[in-house]
């Protein structure tokens, strides 16, 4: 089916109040989640704990340093973009963002960084300490709702080292021209869970939902989530293609961090989730189907740097094809 490219509806978007989880209105708080991971692969979180000072503090200092290390290059780099798009080149394989990734674990690259000044990375520092504990906390959520004990999730995604875990931070500067190119691609996130901070003035995320894109709607100190592609719940809970739409006017802002399995992390479906999809279709004693292959994160990981941009489907293809014994004692 063909999606006009700029086409999008308006739902009502899950948004969840995290104070009421520790109320009587705890369960119908969590069944909005679960309900979000099975048919929105998306979101938003209100009252998340971490400080509104630290995040308004993050995003003037991310601001501030794209106005003074970054838009420069940025602006040669549009130029040339538009120019050959203007002269009818192809450039819809390339994305509107000026964007650079900072890695938290298993080891930070913060000290690496050249043109981060002090007090960004004291800052960046504590608000990943934040939003790791949050993803951790988002992990247990979903294990309640999935029946899987608590810790599950973070202990699979541990390998050997613990988790990888590391923030893009991205600007997505005013386009004079929409219709040539896109501010990121159409895609699905390769790991975990993804924890976003972004602009509550600026618009342009949007996600796949039912065959319509849908606006991911911008809040003030809101905490968006999504679902990587991460196969231990057995295709309960599913990562959704999404895409970021550029704009004639506004910067938009993108904090993304992503919490990720480790590099050698052996992905495989949950056993307790395996066949609960199927359960009502099979003879007593039969067993159930695992969804998706066995495989290293690294891996996956590997192949999908090469195919970001194109449906899932094929990758878990590719990984079960080329899948072969892995050693899990």
Not at 14 to 20: D, G, L, T
Not at 31 to 49: K, P, R
């Amino acid at each position: 089916m063909a999606i006009p490219a700029n086409a999008a509806v308006s739902m009502n978007f899950p948004v969840i109040n995290m104070e009421k989880l520790e109320t009587g209105e705890r369960g119908a708080a969590m069944e909005v989640i679960h309900d979000a991971c099975q048919n929105w692969g998306f979101f938003e979180l209100l009252n998340h704990g971490i400080s509104h000072e630290l995040m308004d503090e993050v995003e003037r200092v991310s601001k501030a340093h794209y106005a003074a290390c970054r838009e420069e290059q940025f602006k040669e780099f549009a130029a040339r973009t538009l120019e050959a798009g203007e002269k009818g080149a192809d450039v819809k394989d390339v994305d509107w963002e000026s964007t650079f990734f900072v890695r938290h674990l298993p080891a930070s690259n913060l000290a690496d960084l050249p043109d981060l000044d002090h007090h960004y990375r004291q800052v960046m520092k504590e608000f990943a300490s934040e939003i790791e504990k949050l993803a951790e906390k988002v992990l247990d959520l979903l294990c309640e709702n999935l029946g899987l004990e608590q810790g599950y999730l973070k202990r699979a995604f541990a390998g050997s080292r613990g988790p990888t875990f590391g923030t893009k931070v991205s600007s997505y500067p005013p386009c004079p021209r929409p219709d040539l190119v896109d501010g990121l691609r159409a895609h699905t996130d390769a790991g975990g869970v993804i924890l976003l901070f972004q602009d509550d003035q600026v618009s342009g995320l949007q996600l796949l939902k039912d065959g319509a894109w849908v606006d991911v709607p911008p809040m003030r100190h809101a905490i968006v989530v999504n679902i990587g592609d991460q196969l231990i719940t057995n295709g309960r809970y599913m990562s959704v293609m999404h895409r970021v739409l550029t704009r004639a006017d506004g910067n938009r802002m993108s904090i993304a961090s992503f919490y990720n399995p480790g590099a050698d992390a052996v992905i495989f479906p949950a056993p307790a989730l395996v066949g609960a999809a199927d359960a009502a279709e099979r003879n007593e004693g039969e067993e159930g189907t695992a969804v998706y292959p066995r495989f290293v994160f690294e891996d996956y990981m590997n192949l999908y740097v090469r195919h970001k941009f194109e449906a899932k489907e094929p990758r878990f293809k590719a990984m079960k094809a080329d899948a072969a014994p892995i050693a899990t004692a």
